[in-house]
């Protein structure tokens, strides 16, 4: 009888069953849908965030229940004809200087960039002036104006005078105003349009030039266009702290909203606190609306920039919502 070698065979009783080795079956996989993938722990974003909860709580806590705030009082005022009046004329100020200041912004940044060595020099004596002024000096020597010059002529220089203009009836505190901030933030714009401009690729200039295009067609239709995509954010910057500017045209004697919260500080003295609460609100409403209009105005000028555009709030809110009902719905599944 013959052997297979290396395996011992006994001539006796067979081998016990323990003794025989049984093969390894490996375990089934779990299903996809049965497998969670937990989330790193982190414990220090969530400390961070109970302490910040816990500081925003202690402070909205103090200025609901300290008394010295008088939010009765800030009711009382904050829809006041008074105070609407100084909120309009806020409003109109900001307005034309923010016109007035782009539009000038963007001929003296034309005069930086020019070929012209007389443009340049003049917009970049003009730029540093203005950049130098404080606001508040330059608003009162405006105001002093007509003390320095009572009539303004327009004629040949050094010969005769074609028309002339009584300055006292020109210079209203309005027009004071609104000349004063315009003069101001041309000089701040200009900068502003000139990086935008110098940020836009140098071979779209040449290829504008290669087709032959008009300098003014370039300009308008194909640099500045991609320019305003680097000018918006900053010259909505530059916006917000205009209308915070126009708190010092109450040294024109024109009462904006923070000159007739002033006026009405000195006649109610009692309610100072609630009537500069009143003001801070509503400054804050404005500039929250000036970035608002900033958001969907960036999102516009971005078609083009990038694959996708940037989701609108409530869009984000809708995808939000959809994230919050997909995850129910795997945790309802396991």
């Known amino acids: ?42 414990p220090g974003r969530w400390i961070t965030t109970v302490v910040v909860l816990v500081v925003v709580a202690q402070i909205t806590h103090g200025l609901v229940t300290n008394p010295f705030y008088q939010w009765d009082r800030f009711r009382y005022w904050f829809l006041r004809p008074t105070i609407l009046d100084g909120l309009a004329i806020t409003l109109e100020v900001t307005a034309f200087s923010a016109v007035l200041g782009l539009l000038g912004g963007i001929l003296i940044a034309l005069g930086r960039l020019s070929a012209n060595p007389v443009l340049r020099a003049v917009t970049w004596f003009y730029t540093w002036l203005f950049r130098s002024v404080p606001l508040v000096v330059l608003l009162v020597f405006l105001y002093n104006f007509s003390a320095l010059y009572k009539t303004l002529s327009l004629g040949v220089p050094f010969g005769p005078a074609f028309f002339t203009f009584d300055e006292s009836k020109l210079a209203t505190d309005m027009a004071v105003a609104v000349v004063g901030l ?35 067609y370039q300009f308008t239709r194909i640099v500045f266009p991609q320019a305003l995509r680097s000018i918006t954010p900053n010259y909505v910057n530059q916006l917000i702290g205009l209308i915070k500017a126009t708190s010092l045209v109450f040294y024109v004697s024109l009462l904006d909203v923070f000159g007739t919260v002033q006026m009405m500080g000195s006649t109610y003295p009692g309610d100072i606190v609630p009537l500069l609460l009143v003001a801070t609100v509503w400054y804050l409403i404005l500039t929250s609306a000036v970035s608002v209009v900033q958001f969907y105005v960036e999102r516009y000028f971005a078609r083009g920039a990038t694959r996708t555009l940037p989701p609108t709030p409530l869009q984000k809110l809708r995808a939000g919502l959809g994230e919050l009902r997909a995850r129910a719905r795997r945790e309802a599944v396991v």
Request: glycine content about 10%.
């Open 1 to 42: 009888m013959s052997e297979s070698p290396g395996i011992a065979v006994s001539s006796g009783s067979a081998p016990p069953a323990e003794a025989i080795p049984r093969p390894v079956v490996p375990a089934e996989p779990k299903p996809l849908a049965a497998q969670r993938v937990l989330p790193l722990r982190r």
């Open 182 to 216: 315009s003069l101001n933030e041309a000089a701040y714009a200009s900068e502003v349009v000139r990086g935008g401009i110098l940020s836009v690729d140098q071979g779209q200039h040449e290829a504008a030039a290669a087709l032959g295009l008009p300098k003014g």
